[in-house]
């Protein structure tokens, strides 16, 4: 245990994470109960049983669209002709849930999600309800998602993440916005407003009304908000690559975080006013840009550029491997980050995790996962790969829909 685990084991006396999970007509179960305990837990299953589909679950009950970034209605349960419930989809009216107790640091919150149909939508038709995810907090409707925030965190690392670093910058941006948003709750509200302030501007230019003063007002909302998200992203990166310098450089590399956006750079010179006068003038200039389809800069284009730090090596240029360790490194860094910040732990969600490591890597992750004593959901296709956690995790197999307690060793 290296000296860092050491302080944060004894900061994380308290641990926190789910001490049970419930799931309802959620993806390919109908209902589901799991009572986890808050440390390690394997879940593993043949290709296609539903392992993914609980991390899924879980990534719900924190804001945003779910670790696959799923459509709501795509996660209702659908039936098949070879359920006993059949119902063929159009008569299929139930909708999905999930709950859970935390544990945070001794307290103990219920928390869950569903889906509504929104009546704002309601216009006599059925079929013209719109869905929405509600969120209550022990019993009661919560103003927002948002909410679930100061009570769960959690942080993912999924199989698609392999190509993070060499596809578009989209995702690459999710993942950072995901990442300031565990450590600034406001965040995850300042980027949604962006976006739906984005939206009504490039319709209001694509449509052709181009009412200059409604125009100015959303161009004089969106430079305030892309200024604050631009300051949050500077402020969470410096925290981590500081936070990243004192740790060991050791099987997983540590890594340099850099970002990539106008704004963000700006901010290094000018003041916060001067920055938010720029944009606004800025977007202004840029109003024939969305009329003739071509990209809009700002906040969001923003890019995150990962180095692997000893070599400066950019993480694109690294081997898949490498590339692998890497997000594993900055994962465990945001991890002990978070808990010396917050006071408690997230829980992990690590789907096929283990998969592509060699068995030098794989018993170093282990070993990690154990030191940081928190709750750490792991699913993989064979059990046999944790026995070096045998006396640490519980360990689920998921079979016909149902999960069942199930120790290998
Ligand atoms: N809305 C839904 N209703 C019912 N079943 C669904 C729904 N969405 C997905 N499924 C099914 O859930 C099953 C399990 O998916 P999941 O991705 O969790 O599997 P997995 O155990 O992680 O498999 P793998 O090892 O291949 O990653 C799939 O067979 C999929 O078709
Ligand atoms: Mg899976």
Known sequence: ??????????????????????????????????????????????????????????????????????KLSDVKRITTPFDQDYLPTPLNNTNWAVSALVNKSGEIIEIGTAIEKSLKEYNGDDSRYGDRRIVKIN???????????????????????????????????SFLDRLVYAFDIEHAKRTANFEHLYKQWIQLLKSGNLDNNWLTTLEEAMSALGVAIAAARREIIAKLNKFIENEPDDIFPNVRLELEGTIEKLLNKLS???????????????RRSVIYNENVDGVNRTDFKVYYRKKSMPAELCSTGEQKSLLISIILAQTKCQILDKGFSPILLLDEVVAHLDDLKREALLDKIKDLNLQAWITSTNPLLFSSLKNDAMFFEVRNNQVTLHNPF
């Open 1 to 70: 245990m290296d000296s860092a685990a050491v302080i944060l084991s004894e900061f994380n006396s308290t641990k926190s994470g789910l001490s049970r999970l419930t799931l309802s007509d959620f993806r390919n179960y109908s209902y589901l109960r799991i009572n986890p305990h808050l440390g390690p837990i394997i879940i593993t299953g043949e290709n296609g049983t539903g392992k993914t589909n609980i991390l899924e679950a879980l990534s719900f009950l924190t804001p945003g669209k779910g670790l696959r970034g799923a």
């Open 272 to 286: 916060a006013l001067e920055v938010e006068d720029f944009y606004k003038e800025s977007l202004k200039r840029q």
């Open 139 to 173: 019993g009661q409707k919560a103003p927002s998602q948002n909410e679930l925030g100061k009570y769960l965190s959690a942080i993912w690392l999924t199989p698609q993440m392999d190509r993070l670093f060499r596809g578009g910058a989209q995702p690459r941006r």
